[in-house]
């Protein structure tokens, strides 16, 4: 990182919070008086012109004051960004909000992107939790119409696979009732490897359930991440650079489009890391489409048991204290979920 001096690290990072909240170029008459430095303008604008040519600033126009480039905002937070934390009642009342919410997967993921998105007014996203391992934990067998079954198959976590399944001849509920209960406390808490080793006795019926299970967590355990929960893209929309610029809708794209995201999300999160926050400013010189965006990432969960990915993506002008501490507070909260949960 580039060697400033004190008063060039407090220049820019003035410039910085100034340009975040207006998002309009910072002069320098405007720093002498709003912030009193005992400095004079001109002294000021000779370190803004530093800055510049350390890449650290721009000018957008000659008359114009200065605004950040990447390399400022990958400066500022790296090196003079403060350790934030969530004042007291915003954590005690997002906890409330958990608290209120049953046990229930799905809601725990929606209440999570939203909040994330209301916080820190920018598009938030969230992965269900993966588990390390799909392991079953309950089978249930359905009679329908006809010589056809509703097969459901729960696995550890949450996640339900369904499946129509046609009987040979017809099979009474109350036999295929005690078939799943049988079934259940088999294969319950059993992974792939257990369901293909199983040596047992089988009826055509069992055998053609077991090999639909057998299906059904090969798949699972192939998915790169869980399912994903989205919100608050009209936060990004609605920001003064994203107006009527492709810009926003390219890295939106990123969002609508399953197989990238999970690309980004598979090269930029670390395993393993459970609750380190990873913050890409204008794309790192890799994803072209990021290159006037920042994104925030964490992973929650339990390494070996389930994990999921947590974050934003918002204009790289964001208020990078307070989302940090945003997405590392949800992170603990959904971890201890997972814990609990698993």
Not at 4 to 25: C, F, G, M, N
Not at 63 to 89: H, I, K, N
């Amino acid at each position: 990182m580039r060697d400033l001096t004190a008063r060039q690290k407090k220049i820019l990072s003035l410039i910085i919070h100034e340009h975040i909240r207006s998002a309009e170029p910072v002069g320098s008459n405007y720093l002498v008086e709003k912030y009193q430095l005992g400095l004079s303008s001109a002294t000021i604008r000779n370190e803004m012109a530093a800055l510049t040519d350390a890449g650290l600033l721009r000018q957008p126009h000659t008359s114009a004051g200065r605004a950040p480039t990447e390399e400022g905002y990958r400066y500022f937070v790296g090196q003079l960004m403060r350790e934030t934390s969530l004042p007291d009642d915003m954590r005690h009342t997002i906890s409330h909000q958990f608290s209120q919410v049953r046990n229930d997967m799905k809601q725990w993921m929606q209440l999570t992107a939203s909040v994330l998105a209301n916080q820190t007014r920018a598009a938030s996203l969230v992965t269900a939790p993966q588990p390390s391992e799909a392991r079953v934990k309950h089978i249930e067998l359905i009679s329908t119409h006809g010589q056809q079954l509703l097969a459901v198959l729960v696995l550890d976590g949450g996640q339900v696979h369904q499946n129509i399944l046609t009987l040979e001849e017809p099979i009474t509920q109350e036999q295929l009732s005690a078939l799943s209960n049988r079934l259940t406390q088999v294969f319950s808490g059993k992974n792939i490897s257990s369901l293909r080793a199983f040596t047992g006795p089988l009826s055509t019926l069992e055998a053609a359930v077991i090999k639909w299970m057998e299906d059904e967590l090969t798949g699972s355990d192939r998915l790169p991440t869980g399912e994903i929960y989205l919100d608050g893209i009209t936060n990004v929309l609605a920001e003064p650079e994203f107006a009527d610029s492709d810009g926003a809708r390219r890295a939106l794209r990123l969002l609508d489009e399953r197989s990238l995201l999970q690309e980004l999300l598979s090269q930029t999160i670390l395993p393993d890391t459970i609750g380190g926050v990873q913050v890409l400013i204008g794309g790192e010189g890799h994803w072209d489409d990021l290159r006037q965006c920042s994104v925030i990432l964490s992973k929650y969960g339990s390494p070996g048991i389930a994990t999921g990915t947590l974050g934003i993506l918002g204009p790289m002008r964001m208020s990078y204290g307070h989302s940090i501490s945003m997405v590392r507070f949800l992170t603990g909260i959904l971890s201890d979920f997972i814990a609990e949960q698993w």
